[in-house]
Every structure is written in structure tokens, then in C-alpha cells.
Nanobody
């Protein structure tokens, strides 16, 4: 089995910062793209930022210049540094990873359980 365990969410005032972490564990042969999505109440889940193993990023326009995604390939961990947070950033943030569990297996998408980020005005 594969597990994605997130940490670092919470309540912060507008203008503040939070850092999310997500560690992948379990039956893993290789980890490809990792990143973060979020879902606000009444809205669809949306991309926040992703990062390939080779270092190519994809960021939502709404977070450019404020959020930074990074990863530790040796420890299969992805981070999201969130600065200058706004009330509209309030959402449940989900970790995402594309994982090949065994050498001959297909790559599959895996999701974390989600962590709440609340930004007060």
C-alpha cells in the first residue's frame, strides 16, 4: 500500500505564512510528479502547484509569487511554502503524487487525506 501523510495546516491571519508537508511511504518503486491541489467549500478541486522529479513546476496564477512548491526526492516528501496568505486561500489542501509501486506496474495517482488551511481577514 501507498500512504500520503500531510501536515502543517491550520489557522493563520491574512498576510501570514504556513508550510505544508506531505510524506509518501509504503510500497514505492518510483515517484514522479508531486504537488498540491485545494478545494474550497462549494467549489471544485483545483491545482495549486506541482513539481516534476526533474524540477519543472506548474503553478496556478492565483498563487504565483506567493506559494512555492519543493520536494525532497531522497525522502519522497513534497512541501508547499505559502506566504502572503489571503482569505481566498482558505480551503482543504490535498497532496498529490504519481507513483509506480513496483517496477513492472503502471503509474497511478495517489492523494493525501487533506489538511485544512483557514486564513482569517
Amino acid at each position: 500500500q501507498v500512504h500520503l501523510v500531510e501536515s502543517g495546516g491550520g489557522l493563520v491571519q491574512a498576510g501570514g505564512s504556513l508550510r505544508l508537508s506531505c510524506a509518501v511511504s509504503g510500497s514505492i518503486f518510483s515517484v514522479g510528479t508531486m504537488g498540491w491541489y485545494r478545494q474550497a467549500p462549494g467549489k471544485q478541486r483545483e491545482l495549486v502547484a506541482t513539481l516534476t522529479r526533474g524540477g519543472t513546476t506548474s503553478d496556478a496564477d492565483s498563487v504565483k509569487g506567493r506559494f512555492t512548491v519543493s520536494r525532497d526526492n531522497a525522502n519522497n516528501t513534497v512541501y508547499l511554502q505559502m506566504n502572503s496568505l489571503k482569505p481566498e486561500d482558505t480551503a482543504v489542501y490535498y497532496c498529490y503524487a504519481i507513483i509506480r509501486p513496483r517496477p513492472a506496474a503502471l503509474e497511478l495517482s495517489y492523494w493525501g487525506q487533506g489538511t485544512q488551511v483557514t486564513v482569517s481577514s
